[in-house]
C-alpha cells in the first residue's frame, strides 16, 4: 500500500511513469516472499535446534563408546536368556528397573506386560546393550553380557517395533536392511514366510516400489509385514516384539500376528503388549510396576491367582469373574488329582 501510495504521488509529479510503479511492485513482491522463506528457514533453524545438539552430543559421544579389547564374538547362539538381580535407573528421576531376576529357555516365549512406565522398554534396552545395568548381570547362553561385543550381540536379536522403521526406498530394500549382501531369494523368502508377498505382488513396481518416508505409502499392516519379513531375513535366535501390533485394527492384527507366530517358532522371543490377546500363548508372563516384577508365572496361573495381571485381563474384557472362579476350581481340581 506503502508503495502504491508513495508511487501515485511521483507519478503525478512526472518522475515516475506508471509501468515503473507496476514493474517495482512485482520486485517488492518477489523480495517479500524470499524474505519470508529466511525467516521461516531461521524457525526451522531454532526449532530444531534441540535435536541439533542431541545428534552434535552423540558424534561427540562417539569415542566413549569404543569398545574395549578382549571382548568376545557370541557365535552359535541357543537363546537361553537370564536375568539376575538386574538394576537401572535414569539419573535423579529414579525411573528404571530394580533388581529384577528371571530366566527364558531357548525357544520360549516372555511376555512382559504393566503401566505405561513400568520399565518394560528399559528391559529390552539393557538386554541389547544401548546402556548396561548398574547391578546384576544378564546371561545370553550363560555368557555376561557385557563382555560381548555389541555387534555380535546386536546381530542375536531382531527387534520388531510398533513403528516398522522403513526408509524411503524400494521394500525389498527395506527388507534386506536384516542381512546386507541376502540374495534376491532370500529377500522372497522372508517376504513370504511374513504373509507380505501377496500385497508385493499387488503392487504396479512389486518389490521395486517405493513405500515413501517412515513407509506412508503403506498401510499399516503393510509396513508390519515389510519390517517381519525384515526379522525372518535377519534370521536372530532371539526374537523382540516391541508394540508390534498395537496401532493394527483387529483384521489386520490378526495377519500379522499369523506371521508373528511363524516367526516366533524356535526363537526365544520377548513380547511387550498392551493387547493382553497377544501374550495368551507366552510360556512366562511378568507383570512390572515401578521397575519391579509384581507377578510372573504362565498365563493361566496369574489369571487363576486374581492379582494384578487378572484385574488387567478383567479390565480389557478378556476375564471375567465367573472366568476367574472357573480357573480357581480347575486349579483345585488339578491339586486335589
Known amino acids: 500500500i506503502v508503495v502504491l501510495l508513495i508511487g501515485s504521488y511521483l507519478v503525478t509529479q512526472e518522475h515516475l511513469r506508471i509501468g515503473d510503479i507496476i514493474a517495482f511492485t ?37 569415542s566413549e563408546t569404543i569398545e574395549p579389547e578382549g571382548l568376545v564374538d557370541l557365535q552359535q ?36 506386560v504393566g503401566p505405561t512406565g513400568a520399565g518394560k522398554t528399559t528391559l529390552i534396552n539393557l538386554l541389547q546393550r544401548v546402556y548396561d545395568p548398574h547391578e546384576g548381570r544378564i546371561l545370553i547362553d550363560g555368557i555376561d553380557t557385557r563382555v560381548c561385543t555389541r555387534r555380535s550381540l546386536r546381530h542375536s536379536i531382531a527387534t520388531v517395533f510398533q513403528d516398522a522403521g522403513l526408509f524411503n526406498r524400494t521394500i525389498e530394500e527395506n527388507i534386506r536392511i536384516g542381512r546386507s549382501g541376502a540374495s534376491y531369494e532370500d529377500v522372497h523368502e522372508a517376504a513370504c514366510a511374513a504373509a507380505a508377498q501377496d500385497f508385493i505382488l499387488c503392487k504396479s513396481e512389486g518389490y521395486d516400489t517405493l ?25 536372530a535366535p532371539i526374537l523382540v516384539l516391541d508394540e508390534a501390533t498395537s496401532a493394527l485394527d483387529v483384521e489386520t492384527e490378526g495377519r500379522v500376528k499369523e506371521a508373528i507366530d511363524q516367526l516366533r517358532d524356535g526363537r526365544t522371543t520377548f513380547v511387550i503388549a498392551h493387547r493382553l490377546t497377544t501374550v495368551r500363548d507366552a510360556d512366562l508372563v511378568i507383570f512390572l510396576d515401578q521397575g519391579r516384577i509384581v507377578e510372573m508365572g504362565g498365563f493361566q496361573e496369574l489369571a487363576e491367582n486374581n492379582g494384578r495381571f487378572a484385574g488387567l485381563l478383567r479390565a ?14 480347575i486349579a483345585l481340581t488339578s491339586e486335589a488329582a
Do not use: H
Not at 92 to 102: A, D, I, Y
Not at 316 to 329: C, F, H, Q, T, W
Open 26 to 62: 512485482g520486485f517488492a513482491s518477489l523480495m517479500i516472499s524470499r524474505l519470508d522463506q529466511v525467516s521461516a528457514f531461521v524457525n526451522q533453524i531454532f526449532e530444531a535446534r534441540a535435536k541439533l545438539e542431541d545428534f552434535y552430543r552423540l558424534e561427540d559421544a562417539s
Open 211 to 235: 513405500v515413501g518416508e517412515r513407509g506412508s505409502r503403506l498401510s499399516g499392516g503393510e509396513r508390519q509385514r515389510v519390517a517381519i519379513a525384515r526379522a525372518v531375513l535377519k534370521d
Open 77 to 112: 547362539v541357543k537363546g537361553n536368556v537370564r536375568f539376575e538381580n538386574v538394576s537401572f535407573s535414569f539419573g535423579r528421576s529414579g525411573q528404571g528397573v530394580e533388581n529384577v531376576s528371571f530366566e527364558v529357555p531357548a525357544g520360549k516365549t516372555i511376555a512382559i
Open 316 to 329: 480389557g474384557g478378556l476375564l471375567s469373574d465367573e472366568d476367574v472362579r472357573k480357573l480357581a476350581r
